[in-house]
Nanobody, 115 residues
Framework: QVQLVESGGDLVQAGESLRLSCAAS????????MSWYRQAPGKQRELVAT???????YYADSVKGRFTISRDNAKNTVFLRMNSLKPEDTAVYYC?????????WGQGTQVTVSS
């Protein structure tokens, strides 16, 4: 069982930066593929970024070049650095951990970007 706790969401102005953190409880954090998703009001949850066990990364086209996902296995934490934020980045951001049939979600953290 893994518990994920996100933090770092805030209200910022367009062009500013934020760093989200997701702390995982339990052991074997390094075996999980970690991802950040987001869900804006009235929209479906969408994948933002993924980092694999071997630190390969994937980004949605809408955030490529602005967001960076990273992980610190020693601290059981995954990060999402978000630069040049836009109003359309406003959403609840969720952390996700997957390994085989195991799939865990955090409770989400709100990011609001004002124009």
């Amino acid at each position: 069982q893994v518990q994920l706790v996100e933090s770092g969401g805030d209200l910022v102005q367009a062009g500013e930066s934020l760093r989200l953190s997701c702390a995982a409880s339990g052991s074997s954090f390094s075996i999980y593929v970690m991802s950040w998703y987001r869900q804006a009001p009235g929209k479906q949850r969408e994948l933002v970024a993924t980092i694999t066990r071997s630190d390969n990364t994937y980004y949605a086209d809408s955030v490529k070049g602005r967001f960076t996902i990273s992980r610190d296995n020693a601290k059981n934490t995954v990060f999402l650095r978000m630069n040049s934020l836009k109003p359309e980045d406003t959403a609840v951001y969720y952390c996700n951990a997957v390994s085989g049939p195991m799939n865990y979600w955090g409770q989400g953290t709100q990011v609001t970007v004002s124009s």
